[in-house]
């Protein structure tokens, strides 16, 4: 199982980039990369999701090099309810199903 | 349904009773997980179906604890003998395909406190 190594807590203000960096130096060929926000008394909300070079969607953008032993989940302009905790995740596919391994997650507090 | 579906939200137990925890996945769904979360933690993986099949269960702490989810749907993860470490959040998420990486859509939670 790929492991994920990601910072345990990041703090930011109203209004800036927020860039969470997560390692996984032992990912695996068939492996996809996804990250999770997870608010207080909440499950786990899927954020993105990519293999590899660049995914965007409306709430973030996903940057993987080539190597893929890294990723970086971006977050633009962010704001008071972005606090939450953000998970990276590298998905083991098994027969007609998806293992996904949870660490501990980066815990990222704006301010005002 | 329009989500992921646990029941009951709560549910404190006396030490060695038996519990029950349920969960009903998105209409359509074939793979559905349950995981285990303490406080403050990331989710513990428990285990897994692709329709009624249960593919994985290789994080089950002991065997006190099974699932099974006979219908394809609806899935039960018992608790047999509870024990006060058994106290967690149990989620359960469903995701629409299996054999690929696919989002999963994660329940509300079961609050299971052992007494």
């Known amino acids: 199982l790929a492991k994920t190594t990601q910072p345990i807590s990041m703090d930011s203000y109203e209004g800036q980039e927020v860039n969470i960096t997560c390692s996984h130096n032992?990912?695996?060929?068939?492996?996809?990369i996804t990250w999770y926000q997870q608010f207080p008394s909440q499950g786990p909300r899927f954020i993105i999701q990519g293999y590899k070079t660049k995914v965007t969607n409306e709430v973030a953008s996903l940057f993987i090099p080539a190597d893929r032993k890294s990723s970086t989940l971006s977050l633009p302009r962010v704001s008071l309810s972005d606090t939450a905790v953000y998970y990276c995740l590298v998905g083991v596919p098994l027969t007609g199903g998806f293992k996904t391994i949870f660490g501990a997650g980066t815990r990222l507090f704006v301010k005002a | 349904g329009a989500g992921v579906s646990q029941s009951p939200r709560y549910k404190v137990t006396k030490r060695g009773q038996d519990v029950a925890l349920r969960c009903d996945p998105i209409s359509g769904h074939v793979s559905l997980y349950w995981y285990r979360q303490a406080l403050g933690q990331g989710p513990e993986f428990l285990t897994y179906?692709?329709?009624?099949?249960?593919?994985?269960k290789s994080g089950l702490p002991n065997d006190r604890f099974s699932a099974e989810r006979p219908e394809g749907s609806i899935s039960t993860l018992t608790i047999q003998r509870t024990e006060q470490r058994d106290s967690a959040m149990y989620r359960c998420?469903?995701?629409?395909?299996?054999?690929?990486?696919?989002?999963?859509?994660f329940g509300q939670g079961t609050r299971l406190t052992v007494v």
């Open positions: 179906f692709n329709y009624e099949a249960q593919q994985d």
């Open positions: 998420a469903s995701s629409l395909e299996g054999g690929r990486n696919t989002e999963a859509f």
């Open positions: 032992n990912i695996a060929t068939n492996d996809y």
